[in-house]
């Protein structure tokens, strides 16, 4: 399996093919500059010491990519990149790991008219594949560091129960928990966990950051 991430240079991106190349997972990094596509991937390989991760253009890297696509790309890129990209995605799983920050205010978001960005992607996708939203509370920094588990639950959404079982498959391959959280309308909640994640790692009255949720079974009698 090769798996697309547009947007992969960036933090969340990076991350997360380190995780699925640390798994066993070919990854291949999509950006507007496939040179710096090809040269993230390059570090990346040199880290892991694999070489499990390329890089290329955006239209490329969908293009190389079997069944998955992974779509990591700030929000202000979101509809302009799914919109370019439509036809090329279309039979494919996407993964929307983006989330609708809010301009210049990362503790708020702004959510746009279809309620999420997963919802938003699927309007934009329309029914020719399935959008599954996940990641939106693990932090690039959790995702980096290979030395440890990933601190939280990963909540999976997505209107087709199939493909959200394919994600959660693979995100348990990478080590991670990830728990079926229902329909994409179900993003607008989770989306909007992260700017209070966020609020919580800068404050300088809260002792710990890069924190995450998990959800906590009852203690035992």
Request: proline share 5%; net charge negative.
């Amino acid at each position: 399996m090769t798996i697309a991430i547009i947007g992969g240079t960036g933090p969340q991106g990076r991350g997360l093919a380190l995780r699925l190349a640390k798994a066993g997972f070919s990854c291949v990094l999509g950006s507007r500059d496939g040179q710096r596509a090809s040269d993230v991937a390059h570090e990346l390989c040199e880290k892991l010491s694999c070489q499990l991760i390329s890089g290329t253009t955006n239209e490329e890297a969908v293009s190389q990519s079997t069944d998955l696509v992974v779509i990591a790309v700030p929000f202000n890129a979101h509809e302009a990149t799914l919109t370019t990209l439509r036809e090329q995605l279309s039979g494919k799983t996407v993964v929307d790991i983006v989330v609708p920050l809010a301009e210049g205010d990362p503790k708020a978001v702004d959510m746009p008219p279809e309620g999420s960005a997963t919802e938003q992607a699927q309007s934009i996708l329309g029914d020719t594949c399935d959008v599954v939203g996940a990641l939106h509370n693990v932090s690039a920094h959790q995702l980096s560091k290979l030395d440890e588990a990933i601190n939280c639950d990963i909540l999976v959404c997505g209107n087709s129960l199939a493909a959200r079982q394919k994600v959660i498959e693979l995100l348990e391959a990478c080590g991670m928990t990830a728990l079926n959280a229902g329909p994409a309308s179900s993003a607008r909640c989770i989306e909007a966990i992260t700017p209070i994640l966020i609020r919580l790692n800068i404050s300088k009255s809260f002792p710990h950051k890069h924190v995450g949720i998990k959800i906590a079974p009852p203690e035992a009698a």
